[in-house]
């Protein structure tokens, strides 16, 4: 059983900048790809970015050049650093990894979602 335990959501003006965090516990044999969804309100839920074991990153073009997705293995924890946010970018963030149990076997499991606002 794995958890993906979700920090670091809030309200932030235009501009400004947020850092999410995204923690795994539980038997965790390696982990696979993470990722970074959102999901606004009236919209579905979409990729934001993801990064491989051996960190190759993929971001969405809407927030290309503005976010940045990075893991710490040691800590099971993948990151978002985002900065210079638009209102569009409010919305329920939502981590997710695949994570292998054992050598042979993988589930895919999503944190709690956390909410991210941006206003004046």
């Known amino acids: 059983q794995v958890q993906l335990v979700e920090s670091g959501g809030g309200s932030v003006q235009p501009g400004g900048s947020l850092r999410l965090s995204c923690a795994a516990s539980?038997?965790?044999?390696?982990?696979?790809?993470m990722a970074w969804y959102r999901q606004a309100i009236g919209k579905e839920r979409e990729l934001v970015a993801s990064?491989?074991?051996?960190?190759?990153?993929n971001y969405d073009d809407s927030v290309k050049g503005r976010f940045t997705i990075s893991r710490d293995n040691a800590k099971n924890t993948v990151y978002l650093e985002m900065n210079k946010m638009k209102p569009g970018d409010t919305a329920v963030y939502y981590c997710h990894a695949n994570i292998y149990y054992n050598v042979f076997w993988s589930n895919d499991y999503w944190g709690q979602g956390t909410q991210v606002t941006v206003s004046s």
């Open positions: 539980g038997t965790i044999y390696s982990i696979n790809t």
């Open positions: 990064i491989t074991s051996d960190d190759r990153t």
